[in-house]
């Protein structure tokens, strides 16, 4: 079964902010790392349970205790 993944808005932003910053260096780094990192978010959609919950879940009523 494939689960939805959906990356926040702020994360979104972090991300590009990311590659533009190493792509001032290197083009094909920035390159790699972008696919890389949305690569990894891709498995996510088959495997969601793989990685701990992030401590700052907690905070959010869908998945901690607030």
Known sequence: M???VEIAP????EIEDLY???AQAS???AARWYFAIHDKIETLKESPN???????????SRWGSS
């Not at 702020?10 to 932003?13: D, L, N």
């Not at 990685?51 to 959010?60: G, K, N, P, T, W």
């Open 27 to 29: 083009l094909e780094n």
């Open 10 to 13: 702020e994360a979104a932003k």
């Open 50 to 60: 793989r990685c701990r919950v992030a401590f700052e879940s907690r905070f959010y």
């Open 20 to 22: 533009l910053y190493v």
């Open 2 to 4: 494939l689960h939805k």
